[in-house]
T-cell receptor, first 110, second 115 residues
Framework: GDSVTQMEGPVTLSEEAFLTINCTYT??????LFWYVQYPGEGLQLLLK?????DKGSNKGFEATYRKETTSFHLEKGSVQVSDSAVYFC?????????FGTGTKLQVIP | DVKVTQSSRYLVKRTGEKVFLECVQD?????MFWYRQDPGLGLRLIYF???????EKGDIPEGYSVSREKKERFSLILESASTNQTSMYLC??????????????FGPGTRLTVT
């Protein structure tokens, strides 16, 4: 079945550091790929998405590229801020379901 | 903007009570979902619905039922609440015909405590 593996957290970075959160997947067919963010006490929000191979999703300075050859969708940001502290979920969408990774907690310190 | 609302942010119930969690979306989405979120376990799908009166079991349906009488509303029912159902419950909706799921929009969550 479909699965998503993302790096264990927590990840602690200083403000303005470069962020990478790794995500790899296994799936049949051609799924869409997503990154969601969850701030404390809230539901998940869509951060970015990519619907086909080589697509790059971007939003609020975050980027991720759909790499079919390496089955990856790594999240990157060039300069993190304290306000980026949250839990990040990688997910893949297909027929009748979305498969989520377990989440990576990011803490950014001033 | 898509809005998904849940009836309560916090709920405390006693063991054995029947519990209703309501979810409403305002974007005419075909698909609606109920998840529970627990530390270390991520999001687990309880039930989903891809049309009015249609429902499918997710990964952990035991102890839960659902109802979708109108397109915008999806209810989760705990027939007889137990302490192991203490959790954060998240509702989501998405567009997508024929059961294919596009990006999901989530409600703020209901933190349920069963004592």
């Amino acid at each position: 079945g479909d699965s998503v593996t993302q790096m264990e957290g927590p990840v602690t970075l200083s403000e303005e550091a470069f962020l990478t959160i790794n995500c790899t997947y296994t799936a049949t067919g051609y799924p869409s790929l997503f990154w969601y963010v969850q701030y404390p006490g809230e539901g998940l929000q869509l951060l970015l998405k990519a619907t086909k191979a080589d697509d790059k999703g971007s939003n609020k300075g975050f980027e991720a590229t759909y790499r079919k050859e390496t089955t990856s969708f790594h999240l990157e940001k060039g300069s993190v801020q304290v306000s980026d502290s949250a839990v990040y979920f990688c997910a893949l969408g297909g027929y009748q379901k979305v498969t989520f990774g377990t989440g990576t907690k990011l803490q950014v310190i001033p | 903007d898509v809005k998904v609302t849940q009836s309560s942010r916090y709920l405390v119930k006693r063991t054995g009570e029947k519990v209703f969690l309501e979810c409403v979306q305002d974007m005419d989405h075909e698909n609606m979902f109920w998840y529970r979120q627990d530390p270390g376990l991520g999001l687990r799908l309880i039930y989903f619905s891809y049309d009015v009166k249609m429902k499918e079991k997710g990964d952990i349906p035991e102890g839960y039922s659902v109802s979708r009488e109108k397109k915008e509303r999806f209810s989760l029912i705990l027939e007889s609440a137990s302490t192991n159902q203490t959790s954060m419950y998240l509702c989501a909706s998405s567009s997508g015909l024929a059961g294919f799921v596009h990006e999901q929009y989530f409600g703020p969550g209901t933190r349920l405590t069963v004592t």
